[in-house]
Nanobody
Framework: QVQLTESGGGMVQAGGSLRLSCAAS????????LAWFRQVPGKEREFVAVIRYNRNTIYGDSAKGRFTISRDNAKNMVYLQMNNLKPEDTGVYYC???????????????????WGQGTHITVSS
């Protein structure tokens, strides 16, 4: 019974930065795996970043060197700091969570049980 709500999306120019936040309610997630995915029309949800309960992280190729995922268990929050944004970063960004997921499945959106409603990011050139 975890509810997730994203915020922080908007419109920025290429090269700019945004920080996305995801607030959880209804349950604690200190032991949850937390992830960010994004989606554009005509494509499957794309893995962006994940952080486990032990704070180990994995990044998708799109986020490599530019994005940072972090979590604050005391506040039930997960963040995605996005720097040097590119037009191809445009899309709807979703936070997700799951209490039981194996290491080899962390990049798979189908393995996550809880999802937020998404927040839009538009990066102009």
């Amino acid at each position: 019974q975890v509810q997730l709500t994203e915020s922080g999306g908007g419109m920025v120019q290429a090269g700019g930065s945004l920080r996305l936040s995801c607030a959880a309610s209804g349950d604690t997630f200190s032991r949850y795996t937390l992830a960010w995915f994004r989606q554009v029309p005509g494509k499957e949800r794309e893995f962006v970043a994940v952080i486990r309960y032990n704070r180990n992280t994995i990044y998708g190729d799109s986020a490599k060197g530019r994005f940072t995922i972090s979590r604050d268990n005391a506040k039930n929050m997960v963040y995605l700091q996005m720097n040097n944004l590119k037009p191809e970063d445009t899309g709807v960004y979703y936070c997700s969570a799951d209490s039981r997921i194996i290491q080899s499945s962390l990049r798979m959106s189908s393995q996550y049980d809880f999802w937020g409603q998404g927040t839009h990011i538009t990066v102009s050139s």
